[in-house]
């Protein structure tokens, strides 16, 4: 059976990932989170007091930073330079830096470079906000997931609070608009649904409904490729 790419792409906390894992597991494909790498790359920085702003300590931070995921037996964690750092990615921290270094070209440039390698074998789910139109133009399948942005935050929210960090709802909300807002507007790459992408909202539909839907249209797309 011939592998596909499948690329995955929506607003922040619309449940891409969750998908994409699920997707990757019932097809026995790789599985990538692309906004992991933005974030690890975002950890960096702040880690060793670089702004925003000093490109060329950006450049040079990106020689020195290696990012690998590995399955463990709480999932997929996230290696910066050989160091587990899956938990520190998600705070709130990182979640309020990393759209604006998710903005900087020579980011995007390094990081679209390494997900493209990823993908040479095809056989692969990735998901983030340019994967069908940056990373993967010709991926056989493209899905664009939205949800309702309340459900979104609330979703998040609960997320957080079970892997024990405080935090407002309030926070969170404001935390997804802004990232939204600035994934959506920035120059290079903008967060934007490819003209051949499925639409999934996934509002009230469950994690098994969501996978039921991706399925479909993924099997429909391995099949097409053996004919
Ligand atoms: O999980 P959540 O939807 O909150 O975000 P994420 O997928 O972890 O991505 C974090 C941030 O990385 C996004 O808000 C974007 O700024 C950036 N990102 C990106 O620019 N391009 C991607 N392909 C993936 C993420």
Known sequence: MKKIIIAIDGFSSCGKSTL???????LNYGFVDSGAMYRAVTLFLIENRISVQNIAAIEQA???IQIRFQAGSTGNRTYLNGVDVEDKIRSMQVSELVSPVAAIPIVRRAMVRQQQEMGTEKGIVMDGRDIGTVVFPDAELKIFVTADPEVRA???FLELQQK??????EEVRNNLSERDHIDSTRADSPLKQAEDALVLDNTDLNQEEQLQVALDWAQERIQAQVL
Do not use: C
Request: no cysteine; hydrophobic share 45%.
């Open 20 to 26: 994409a894992k699920a997707l990757a597991k019932a």
């Open 62 to 64: 990106l020689n020195e």
């Open 154 to 156: 609330h979703r998040r």
């Open 164 to 169: 024990g960090q405080e935090v407002a709802l």
